[in-house]
């Protein structure tokens, strides 16, 4: 019932930049904690960055400094403001929204959202 959808992926040159969209069907604020995630072939999904539902974020050591991540509750969308992108930055963006229900931690997902880097 939970649907999250990824918007924003395309093209982009090394150093450009790319704002990553996810919109969730219902409010965010049903959430603890939403997070972007990145995967490329071979790879284990790597966590970028996290914002919690008090708005606290958090960011792997891979891309601090480059994104952000950042919220708009009336819109129901979380988002991944992307600069100085590299070219191993090219990978599928999965949005993912975490939740606790009876005791047990839900997890969903969007399907991913194509970055490609081009040098």
């Known amino acids: 019932q939970v649907q999250l959808v990824e918007s924003g992926g395309g093209l982009v040159q090394a150093g450009g930049s790319l704002r990553l969209s996810c919109t969730v069907s219902?409010?965010?604020?049903?959430?603890?904690?939403m997070g972007w995630f990145r995967q490329t072939p071979g790879s284990q999904r790597e966590l970028l960055a996290t914002i919690t539902r008090g708005g606290t974020t958090t960011y792997a050591d891979s891309v601090k400094g480059r994104f952000a991540i950042s919220r708009d509750n009336a819109k129901s969308t979380v988002y991944l403001q992307m600069s100085s992108l590299k070219p191993e930055g090219a990978a599928v963006y999965y949005c993912?929204?975490?939740?606790?229900?009876?005791?047990?931690?839900?997890?969903?997902w969007g399907h991913g959202t194509q970055v490609t880097v081009s040098s």
């Open positions: 993912n929204a975490v939740s606790s229900n009876f005791g047990r931690i839900l997890t969903y």
């Open positions: 219902g409010s965010i604020a049903s959430f603890n904690a």
